[in-house]
């Protein structure tokens, strides 16, 4: 029979956490080594051996957690918001003198979601417009999104690579924040409602015309088939993944 894989979760008693705890305690070729909290000590994943480590905490911890992890040769499955290119160009430098570690950092680990920005991505470019409205519970601590961060990117890209402008908008308006944010020049609208989980919308519009593209996450176990793939996967993809696509195989 072939060995455990040795897995730490940090964040462990967030809703995510809770969620990847269970998930990885109830898969059969892993074992929890660690369930940690903001007051527990990085050491022990040293200590208890962990290969592989779960970041599900807040964006301001996630950086030093994923770098110390790197120093010590764990790989890292990151969930959590806040990386921007800054933070991603810092870590691929770190990673370049370790080769043999992986990193995954995927801002949302749904399936559904995944295949949700692959799709706006091929439709960029045939609509003359495209917004992204992305809802969420009350509690979440960031806005906009990762996921809708990470959409509208690849939206802009598409957009960009077929000579499409990304958001042709003549509006004035006469009240700051009323068209959203631009994220690489597409809007970004964001909702925070009591009842809601994790949603998210690309409308896409031309003359006569729309297609929106929707996911939801109703719970947290819609993401944890996405977070044990990541563990499974990330020793064997060295160096910086960003996004649960590159773990997938979307083509054909
Ligand atoms: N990638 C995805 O699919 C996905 C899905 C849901 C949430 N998220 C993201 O994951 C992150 C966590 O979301 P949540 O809803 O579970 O938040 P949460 O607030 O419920 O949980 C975060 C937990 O991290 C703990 N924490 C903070 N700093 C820590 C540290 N240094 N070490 C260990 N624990 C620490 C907090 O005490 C808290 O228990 C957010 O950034 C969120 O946007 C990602
Ligand atoms: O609940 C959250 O917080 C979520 N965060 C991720 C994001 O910001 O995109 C993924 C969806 C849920």
Redesign the pocket.
């Known amino acids: 029979m072939s060995e455990m894989l040795k897995v730490a979760v940090?964040?462990?008693?967030?809703?995510?956490?809770?969620?990847a705890v269970a998930a990885i305690e109830g898969a059969p070729d892993m074992e929890l080594v660690a369930a940690?909290?903001?007051?527990?000590p990085?050491d022990t994943l040293v200590e208890k051996g962990a290969q592989v480590v779960v970041?599900?905490?807040?964006?301001?911890?996630?950086e030093?957690?994923v770098r110390f992890a790197v120093e010590h040769g764990i790989h890292a499955v990151?969930?959590?918001?806040?990386w921007d290119a800054a933070r991603l160009a810092s870590l691929e430098k770190l990673l370049a003198g370790r080769p043999e570690t992986g990193v995954l950092i995927?801002?949302?680990?749904?399936l559904g979601?995944v295949l949700a920005t692959r799709f706006a991505q091929q439709a960029a470019r045939y609509f003359d417009s495209v917004e992204i409205i992305e809802l969420?519970?009350p509690?979440?601590?960031?806005a906009p999104?990762?996921?809708a961060l990470r959409t509208a990117q690849l939206v802009a890209k598409a957009r960009a690579d077929a000579g499409v402008p990304a958001a042709p908008d003549a509006t004035e308006t006469t009240l700051v924040g009323a068209r959203g944010a631009r994220v690489s020049g597409i809007p970004v609208h964001s909702v925070r409602l009591a009842g809601l989980v994790?949603h998210q919308e690309v409308l896409l519009g031309s003359e006569g015309e729309q297609l929106t593209i929707r996911h939801d996450?109703f719970n947290?176990d819609s993401?944890m088939p996405?977070?044990l793939l990541g563990v499974r996967t990330v020793s064997n993809r060295p160096g910086l993944t960003v996004g649960?696509d590159g773990y997938l195989d979307l083509e054909g």
Do not use: E
């Not at 940690?36 to 527990?40: E, I, K, P, Q, V």
């Not at 509690?139 to 960031?142: G, I, N, T, W």
């Open positions: 940090l964040g462990a008693r967030g809703r995510m956490g809770t969620a940690l909290g903001r007051s527990d990085l970041d599900l905490t807040v964006p301001t911890s996630t030093a957690n990151v969930g959590t918001t806040g995927a801002p949302n680990f749904a979601s969420h519970h509690r979440k601590v960031d999104s990762g996921t994790a996450s947290h993401f996405g977070v649960l």
